[in-house]
């Protein structure tokens, strides 16, 4: 069943939404990471993907290279946009400009970082139901979106089936020890409790198989969403239980993605939906 | 999935077509393992590793003494280490990336020879790149360690577990070098 935001609903999700990619774009000023503050960067890696070349061919990530005024300039125009969606989350320009930008940010930065993070480009389709006007096709999209959200899991299950990595022996040993080995580098590094009980783990190969298969299960229970919705606050859960023990073991928290989640919330009950306006 | 995709039908047909058209491209990109954004792919972590306890790393020598990376934020960690491990990628495929053998077979054989250089120059590092890269560097590293660097040496090592919680640097091997001009 697709349900029908109603006027108010769509308004007060876009501003979450954008309130929340704001936030996300603080974070990227504070932790140096916008285009402007990558301080010219000569190395970039666009590897296989057309879009990459697309955006590089346009020659606008060489003009930001060259002319550091404009990379800020583009920077806090994109901050701004995020920021002006979330005030006047009606009009239809902002999110679609916000969009571009984003995309095109997501791109350089990724490009010059020399790694394609799903971190923060993922979040461009989230942008894309806004993008619209009616009502009826924002809620599709939104409604398409869910099952998006419950693929980028359920496919990461999937790959470590097929690939065999999740039965595979020494596995989670590995995968501590290459994301634990350069902290344990550092003369006199002493481990914080969590570390230590990662650290445990690579003494007991039965557990670590455990918990390595327990973390892709949770990655597996969300094909769930593809049959029912019955469960949807359940999965919110589980994939914010997930995304702390990745940050543990692996350091990375995809805090910027959690916003995702919001495709799972009880909209019908939280906004309370006119039931003649749901559509099936 | 089947029935949602009928109810988009009954709908709007321009959005069945993105949806048909989104699935497709994800399913593409997924059989040939090519993420071409937005169809992105999730196979982080898939690949079976045995564990052996030595991991291949870089290392950045600053003033000639190795430069305490783990000690800053990820995020600036990231702009300095993950840039030096495609450096030494390039630096040991003689630049010859997957990017340019592309433009090279697909781009220059159907269009012009000048179009592929264009697309080389803006897609592809070239070794003229190599001095700009390290120049880069030792500015970015200047400000976030606030220290002047006067030599810098890159490399690779391997950072082998000699106990649980002991960790020990060996086999270094330079790959590059930069004096202050």
């Known amino acids: 069943m697709i349900y029908f935001f109603s006027d108010i609903a769509r308004t007060r999700l876009t501003r979450w939404v954008f309130a929340w990619l704001f936030l996300v774009l603080l974070y990227q000023w504070w932790a140096d990471l916008m285009i402007s503050q990558l301080e010219s960067p000569v190395l ?9 070349w697309l955006v590089h061919l346009t020659g606008i990530g060489e003009f930001f290279k060259n002319n550091g005024f404009a990379a800020f300039t583009f920077d806090l125009i994109l901050t701004l946009l995020c920021l002006a969606t979330a005030i006047f989350p009606k009009r239809m320009v902002l999110p679609i400009l916000t969009g571009i930008f984003f995309l095109i940010y997501c791109v350089l930065l990724n490009s010059y970082q020399c790694w394609h993070y799903h971190n923060l480009i993922t979040l461009i389709l989230l942008i894309i139901p ?105 999965l919110i859960g589980i994939g914010v239980v997930f995304h702390l023990i990745t940050a543990v ?25 006119n039931p003649e306006s749901n559509v099936s | 999935m089947n029935f949602f995709l009928r109810d988009v039908w009954k709908q709007s047909k321009v959005i069945f077509a993105f949806f048909v058209i989104f699935t497709l491209g994800t399913f593409v990109c997924t059989y040939s393992k090519i993420q071409v954004t937005p169809f ?5 972590y898939s690949d079976p590793q045995t564990s052996t306890g030595q991991h291949e790393r870089i ?123």
């Open chain 1, 44 to 52: 970039l890696r666009v590897d296989l993907d057309v879009t990459y």
């Open chain 1, 130 to 234: 806004f993008c619209v006007r009616s009502l009826k096709s924002f809620s599709i999209l939104f409604a398409g979106l869910r099952y998006a959200v419950a693929y980028i899991y359920a496919s990461a299950a999937i790959w470590k089936l097929f690939r065999g990595s999740v039965f595979n022996e020494g596995q989670m040993q590995w995968l501590i020890e290459h994301n634990y080995v350069d902290r344990m580098a550092i003369p006199g590094y002493q481990p914080n409790f969590l570390e230590n009980t990662m650290l445990y783990l690579l003494e007991s190969p039965k557990l670590a198989a455990f918990a390595l298969i327990l973390g892709v299960a949770m990655e597996a229970s969300f094909l769930v969403a593809f049959f029912t919705k019955k469960f949807d606050r359940y």
């Open chain 1, 249 to 273: 073991l692996v350091d990375v928290s995809f805090l910027q993605l959690w916003i995702l989640f919001v495709v799972f919330l009880p909209f019908e009950r939280l906004f309370k939906f």
């Open chain 2, 40 to 44: 992105f792919l999730w196979a982080h």
């Open chain 2, 59 to 181: 290392y950045i020598k600053v003033n000639g003494e190795i430069l305490d990376l783990p000690s800053i934020t990820r995020p600036t960690r990231e702009v300095i280490q993950l840039p030096m491990e495609y450096f030494v990628q390039l630096e040991r495929s003689n630049y010859d990336t997957g990017t340019r053998q592309i433009i090279r077979k697909k781009i220059a054989t159907r269009f012009s020879a000048a179009t592929a250089q264009k697309m080389e120059a803006r897609l592809c590092n070239s070794k003229g790149d190599k001095r700009a890269y390290l120049s880069w560097l030792a500015s970015y590293i200047e400000r976030v360690y606030k220290k002047k660097v006067y030599t810098m040496e890159v490399g690779t090592c391997d950072l082998v577990f000699v106990k649980k919680t002991e960790v020990q640097r060996m086999n270094l091997i330079p790959i590059a070098e930069y004096k202050r001009p």
